[in-house]
């Protein structure tokens, strides 16, 4: 058994405005970063590309249709704020959702322990019929559906590190009773929701919202208190983690304090729990973290984690 990396050229042709931090620079700094001689037993897989039925799980034919139309024959087009296409992002996008659902095949099958999932476009914050912060479908959403729906499996949970709340994975899976998704972000910090109130249709939303400022001991305290016991109580089949770095102190969009190391801790944390429930399956995507060394790293030890775990 082993750890399975899964990634694509594709996805380094989503390019972004310039100075946009949702860059191609961010997959370079982890490539670098996993290039080192540590991660010589990581095994290395093309995510494949999602198809439509696979989209389908969560959102309707007619954004599907929305999205494919807007792809731009050359440039840049922009579908809000945030949120952008160039003529590659299509198939980055289904690379990311293509290579989450293969990541969840393998863990399932038993062929990988755990994995990783380094593509982007991100996704947790894609609605069904809405992109939202960078995000175009919602790739670890999809995956959960995909476990429950075709694979059988009864109890998923989703949890959500990144330092934004994941709007999207909420709306997705708000009314999907075999799914748990804990979600932990900064607030106040965009997009605004997250709030404890919000608990799902089925009870199977649990939000914790951090102050901001707050650092290791804190998120250690929140997560020892909240997200492991509903998580041990649950009883996961499969554990996927929303994996964005952008809590790390040195983020540039937000405002929490934690180090390398607390990644590192929370990645062994969710481990134990998912050796204890289901044979240690973990399935990890990346989202966000726009500091490139402090993404690099903080990558790298997550995945460390993972390949100590996965044997
Ligand atoms: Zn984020």
Redesign the pocket.
Known sequence: MSTYYYSHPDCLDHVTPYGHPEQVARLKAIATALSDASFESLIRCEAPLADEDDLLLCHPQSYIDRITGAVPLSGSVPLDADTHMSPGSLKAALRAVGGTIAAVDSVVDGSAANAFVGCRPPGHHAEAETPMGFCLFGNVAIAAKHAVQRRGLSRVAVVDF???HGNGTQDLLWEEARTLFITSQQMPLWPGTGDPSERGAHDNVINIPLAPGTGGVEMRRAYEGRVFPALEEFRPELILVSA?F?AHRDDP??SLNWETEDFAWLTRRLCDIAADCCDGRVVSTL??GYDLTALGQSVAAHVKVLMERGG
Do not use: M, Y
Request: glycine share 22%; charged share 35%.
């Open positions: 990144d330092v934004h964005g952008d969009l937000a989202e966000g």
